[in-house]
Structure formats: structure tokens, C-alpha cells
């Protein structure tokens, strides 16, 4: 049987620099490539040396989108979740929706493009 891991996910938002920094204080990720897309617009991939987010802006092409209309939420795992939440406030974001249940304690925030991401930490 094939094994897989996801290598990344491409969204759509309207400031790639500023999504771009969040995440990179969120995850401790870095930058690992930026330049124009081959559709238009631009494109930042953020992420370690094994998988990312690429953070893509083409003011052209449709949106915005629907949340869950395709995407749910993008969750990330992270280390000490009380630091993340503090980042996500200090971004002027909100935090909601809190739970502690297994596998492990979370919360969820919108973006400023209406992304729903849910920060989890299994610690």
C-alpha cells in the first residue's frame, strides 16, 4: 500500500506578506519560495522543509469564497497553543470556539479573508 503525507494546500488570500508572517510566527515556519504563479497573481510558499502553505493573490480571478465552500478549515498543529492564541490576538484576530477534549486542546480563528484555521496542540 501507497504511503502519503500532505505536502501542502494552496489558498487563496488577499495579502500574501501578511498571511505570510502570521504563520510563519504561529508555526515557527519559514519562507521557502515566493514569485509570480503560473496562472497570474503571486505566490508565497511558507512552511518547513517537508510541507507548507502556499499563500496565492491573483486580484483578476474570482472570489471571495464561501467559508466551507470547498474549504472547511486548515488546521495546524502547534507546540504551546496558549503563545499561538496570543499571536492570533496581538494579529487583531479573535479566538473562539475553545475546546479540551481528546486528542487535545484547540481553538479556531478566521483570517482576515474569512479563512478558518483551528490551532491544535496534542502536548
Known sequence: MPSGFLEHANI??????????????????????????QLGGWT????????????YTNEGRGG??????PLNHVGLVVDDLDAAERIVIEAGL???NHGDYEPGRRFYFFDWDGIEFEMVSYA
Open 12 to 37: 487563496t488570500v488577499s495579502d500574501p506578506d501578511r498571511s505570510s508572517a502570521l504563520l510563519q510566527k504561529l508555526c515557527g515556519w519559514h519562507e521557502r519560495w515566493r514569485g509570480p504563479s
Open 44 to 55: 508565497i510558499h511558507v512552511g518547513n522543509d517537508r510541507d507548507y502553505l502556499a499563500v
Open 64 to 69: 471571495p469564497y464561501a467559508k466551507g465552500a
Open 94 to 96: 479573535e479566538p473562539m
